[in-house]
Nanobody
Framework: QVQLVESGGGLVQAGGSLRLSCAASRRTLSNFHMGWFRQAPGKEREFVAAISRVGSADHADSVKGRFTISRDNAKNTVYLQMSSLKPEDTAVYYC?????????????????WGQGTQVVVSS
């Protein structure tokens, strides 16, 4: 089992930037595909970005060009750099780990989840 802890959320004005971090313990993150997902009030949890074990990345269309996922296996940490933030980016952001063979962006396929970190973007 892997324990994931997100940090870096907060309140930011539209157009601003934040960097979310996801630190893992108990297991080595290099063994997992990693993803960031978000859930706004009254909405379904949605895919934001994911990165495979070997570093291939995918981003949702809504964040392409603004968000970037990265991983530092030496630090056992995954990051989500967010820039040009919009009010519609307001949500709880979750880090997740997938131990399966194939890389996927489907949240149902992810095995372990962090507790989430709140991001609020004011207009």
């Amino acid at each position: 089992q892997v324990q994931l802890v997100e940090s870096g959320g907060g309140l930011v004005q539209a157009g601003g930037s934040l960097r979310l971090s996801c630190a893992a313990s108990r297991r080595t993150l290099s063994n997992f595909h990693m993803g960031w997902f978000r859930q706004a009030p009254g909405k379904e949890r949605e895919f934001v970005a994911a990165i495979s074990r070997v570093g291939s990345a995918d981003h949702a269309d809504s964040v392409k060009g603004r968000f970037t996922i990265s991983r530092d296996n030496a630090k056992n940490t995954v990051y989500l750099q967010m820039s040009s933030l919009k009010p519609e980016d307001t949500a709880v952001y979750y880090c997740a780990a997938d131990q399966s063979l194939f890389f996927t962006t489907a949240p149902s396929r992810y095995d372990y989840w962090g507790q989430g970190t709140q991001v609020v973007v004011s207009s």
